[in-house]
């Protein structure tokens, strides 16, 4: 990560619809970027009426629950709550490329599995000689700025996006929690998040 003088500039702005397997439909401008400090194409989405202090997600690229709805994971339902609850109040959702944790799509799959096996999600990353979570946010932080963002409210319930965020000299005045998605099949997920990573998150049993 680096300091505060961080750069990026807004390549692209386009209106987009969206819409979700349940039926919510609503429009994003969609924005897209220069200069990120990864090389990546993330995107920005603005939703809602302009807020004094917008409400953000960071949502990590999950191939197989945003787009084909795999139950082993949250992300989905996620991605679907966060869209909705950002686009009622003024906000912006941050869709970053760092599939897996940032371990890329085929090892993500390795990684199922070993958890197959027997292993939870944090476990099978490092059996494979990767890094638990290896996710920076200094690129989610250009994008604020080049946005004109410098306070938010961020939508999650993993501690180190704040902590990363207010290090690259964003302003978070509070942590807003997700729902909580749990279902049998990524119910053991979503507890090695809690147990792990002191992620917010309340699991009954």
């Known amino acids: 990560m680096h300091g505060t003088d961080i750069g990026g500039s807004v390549r692209t702005r386009v209106r987009i619809p969206l819409r979700f397997g349940d039926g919510y439909a609503t429009r994003a401008e969609a924005i897209t970027f220069d200069g990120l400090d990864d090389g990546r194409e993330h995107l920005a989405l603005v939703l809602g009426a302009p807020a004094q202090v917008p409400l953000v997600r960071l949502h990590s690229e999950c191939l197989t629950g945003d787009v084909f709805g795999s139950a082993r994971c949250d992300c989905g339902p996620q991605l679907r709550e966060s869209v909705e609850r950002i686009d009622a109040v003024g906000g912006v959702l941050l869709y970053l490329r760092q599939e897996g944790r940032d371990i890329g799509l085929y090892n993500k799959l390795d990684a199922y599995a070993l958890q197959d096996a027997g292993l939870d999600t944090y476990q099978a990353n490092t059996a494979l000689g990767l890094p638990e979570d290896g996710r920076d946010y200094t690129a989610a932080a250009q994008m604020l700025t080049a946005l004109g963002i410098g ?55």
């Open 151 to 205: 306070e938010i409210d961020l939508l999650t319930n993993n501690p180190e996006k704040p902590r990363q965020l207010r290090a690259l000299g964003i302003r978070v005045r509070e942590t807003v929690p997700t729902g909580v998605h749990a279902t049998p099949d990524n119910v053991r997920y979503l507890r090695a998040k809690a147990d792990h990573t002191g992620h917010t998150i309340r699991l009954i049993g």
